[in-house]
Antibody, heavy 118, light 107 residues
Framework: EVQLVQSGAEVKKPGESLQISCKGS????????IAWVRQMPGKGLEWMGI????????RYNPSFQGQVTISADKSISTAYLQWSGLKASDTAMYYC???????????WGQGTTVTVSS | DIQMTQSPSTLSASVGDRVTITCRAS??????LAWYQQKPGKAPNLLIY???TLESGVPSRFSGSGSVTEFTLTISSLQPDDSATYYC?????????FGQGTKLEIK
């Protein structure tokens, strides 16, 4: 079964750092892009960026460039989304999804809730 | 960035109705358009890709059409389980962008 399993919910304070993860299984993790999508409370979907795990080629939405870092470790089939200084406005649900140009975002993780509050 | 505009934003229809949601792109995206369904508290689920290709396992009452800048998602006979928010997404040009969503309610 093809699946993406994300790390658990996080509660952090403003200014703290955070890394959440997305582990793929059941398919060739290395040769399929992984995308990250943000959904703020009660709002729509926002495409943050995408990474190709084989060579770590990464493309960011300019709206998120410099605010987050997307990375991957192909040896353990895991992609990451990282913040170095969280803000209250980072409070959201974050999804990873497997992406290919032929199939769009066809498999999604279950989501990771990030809450940033003092 | 390519702007994706969905209409309507909300829609109320009865079981058995034919429902159409429109998605317009601010510039040509050829056929690189996907539709997703999201139910409350759940991750989105891919319905349609490349504008008109039905994802495996998705009921055949869902269909997609369109090209260039105008696309539609049609549900041929609305079922109670179709109550959800629907999003279009272009994936032809970075940054890939979503429409604002259409909330579909069952009367």
């Amino acid at each position: 079964e093809v699946q993406l399993v994300q790390s658990g919910a996080e509660v952090k304070k403003p200014g703290e750092s955070l890394q959440i993860s997305c582990k793929g299984s059941g398919y060739s993790f290395t040769t399929n892009w992984i995308a990250w999508v943000r959904q703020m409370p009660g709002k729509g979907l926002e495409w943050m960026g995408i990474i190709y795990p084989d060579d770590s080629d990464t493309r960011y939405n300019p709206s998120f460039q410099g605010q987050v870092t997307i990375s991957a470790d192909k040896s353990i089939s895991t992609a990451y989304l990282q913040w170095s200084g969280l803000k209250a406005s980072d409070t959201a649900m974050y999804y990873c999804a497997k992406y290919s140009p032929l199939d769009a975002m066809d498999v999604w993780g279950q989501g990771t809730t990030v809450t940033v509050s003092s | 960035d390519i702007q994706m505009t969905q209409s309507p934003s909300t829609l109320s229809a009865s079981v058995g109705d034919r429902v159409t949601i429109t998605c317009r792109a601010s510039q040509s995206i050829s056929g690189w358009l996907a539709w997703y369904q999201q139910k409350p508290g759940k991750a989105p689920n891919l319905l349609i890709y490349k504008a008109s290709t039905l994802e495996s396992g998705v009921p055949s009452r869902f269909s997609g059409s369109g090209s260039v800048t105008e696309f539609t998602l049609t549900i041929s006979s609305l079922q109670p389980d179709d109550s959800a928010t629907y999003y279009c997404q272009q994936y032809g040009t970075y940054p890939y962008t979503f429409g604002q969503g259409t909330k579909l309610e069952i009367k």
